[in-house]
Nanobody, 133 residues
Framework: QVQLVESGGGSVQPGGSLTLSCLAT??????????MLWFRQAPGKEREVVAA???????QYVDSVKDRFTVSKDKSTDTLYLRMNNLRPEDSAMYYC?????????????????????????WGEGTEVTISS
């Protein structure tokens, strides 16, 4: 059973930066085709997908974070990262790491699957990000 643990959340001013981490453990060797994603959920709003890193290393982003957020992975430590620059108040949310047994994903298809699980196989507990002056 894959375990996902997020960290790195906090409070920053608008325009600031944060890097979130997601440590994946207990990955069976045959499951290195996992695609990993970041979601977020703001208070009173639905959870939304933010970015995806496919098992082949390709990335996808929703329009609202393109050119500001970067998803990456350190394969040696099985850690997924989300580097967030030029943060805005509307980026404030609980950020969740998720993984799915798939070589690649399509963000449109993920959105269509919808809550609660968006077709994901594993979820972390989340890390909170607050953007405020």
């Amino acid at each position: 059973q894959v375990q996902l643990v997020e960290s790195g959340g906090g409070s920053v001013q608008p325009g600031g930066s944060l890097t979130l981490s997601c440590l994946a453990t207990d990955i069976p060797y045959r499951e290195y085709s996992l695609s990993m994603l970041w979601f977020r959920q703001a208070p009173g709003k639905e959870r939304e997908v933010v970015a995806a890193l496919n098992s082949d290393g390709t990335t996808q982003y929703v329009d609202s974070v393109k050119d500001r957020f970067t998803v990456s992975k350190d394969k040696s430590t099985d850690t997924l990262y989300l580097r967030m620059n030029n943060l805005r108040p509307e980026d404030s949310a609980m950020y969740y790491c998720a993984a799915v047994h798939s070589h690649s994903v399509n963000l449109g298809a993920i959105r269509a699957l919808g809550a609660p699980n968006f077709g994901m196989d594993y979820w972390g507990e989340g890390t909170e990000v607050t953007i405020s002056s």
